[in-house]
T-cell receptor
Framework: DADVTQTPRNRITKTGKRIMLECSQT?????MYWYRQDPGLGLRLIYY???????NKGEISDGYSVSRQAQAKFSLSLESAIPNQTALYFC????FGQGDYGYTFGSGTRLTVV | QKEVEQDPGPLSVPEGAIVSLNCTYS??????FMWYRQYSRKGPELLMY????GNKEDGRFTAQVDKSSKYISLFIRDSQPSDSATYLC???????????FGTGTSLTVIP
């Protein structure tokens, strides 16, 4: 099994619908992140969490919300999807505080809003 | 000005060539520097990381950081078709709270 699992892998949804992207990890890392990737814009941070009670906004949090249900689970919600939220979404984990400096990424969720 | 600038390419080289990938950055407080490789339809995977200035070598890959010029590089020796991917640079403040990514450089190694 992958260290960081994202579901679904692909999703097409309609404008105005609520949608949740889920992420679970088996790395035991405390830090979890949600990024979106767009051509020409690279990876941009949406939200991050350092433990279950810690949630922080990234540079592009408007229109998104998150929930850290457990150390291993971090979900991203789009309350009312709009077409410019069409992108590739990645969940990542990190154990930076323990000397594991890199991110471990999931395989991504390709979201299309029509 | 973006925190991290990276030439998107695309870059196309023959097998066996030496590849040089580069990023510049604006925040002199960045301390951790990383390179990720991303294959099509996959998540980025960490290739190398460097703390502060200097060089680091791992097999065919060498990462260099020049903090005085705010410039980092990744060199790939004896490039292989399997190296064809998008390469992303990333960097972080000492806290490591978040990483700032370049937009990625697309590399194709032609057999």
């Amino acid at each position: 099994d992958a260290d960081v699992t994202q579901t679904p892998r692909n999703r097409i949804t309609k404008t105005g619908k609520r949608i949740m992207l889920e992420c679970s990890q088996t790395k035991g890392h405390d830090r979890m992140y949600w990024y979106r990737q767009d051509p020409g814009l690279g990876l941009r941070l949406i939200y991050y969490s350092f433990d279950v009670k810690d949630i922080n906004k990234g540079e592009i949090s408007d229109g998104y919300s998150v929930s850290r249900q457990a150390q291993a689970k971090f979900s991203l919600s789009l309350e009312s999807a709009i077409p410019n939220q069409t992108a590739l979404y990645f969940c990542a984990t990190s154990d930076f505080g323990q000397g594991d400096y890199g991110y471990t990424f999931g395989s991504g969720t390709r979201l299309t809003v029509v | 000005q973006k925190e991290v600038e990276q030439d998107p390419g695309p870059l196309s080289v023959p097998e066996g060539a030496i590849v040089s990938l580069n990023c510049t950055y604006s925040n002199s407080a960045f301390q951790y520097f990383m390179w990720y490789r991303q294959y099509s339809r996959k998540g980025p995977e960490l290739l190398m990381y460097t703390y502060s200035s200097g060089n680091k070598e791992d097999g065919r890959f060498t990462a260099q950081v020049d903090k005085s010029s705010k410039y980092i590089s990744l060199f790939i020796r004896d490039s292989q078709p399997s190296d064809s991917a998008t390469y992303l640079c990333a960097m972080s403040l000492p806290t490591g709270n978040q990483f700032y990514f370049g937009t990625g450089t697309s590399l194709t190694v032609i057999p």
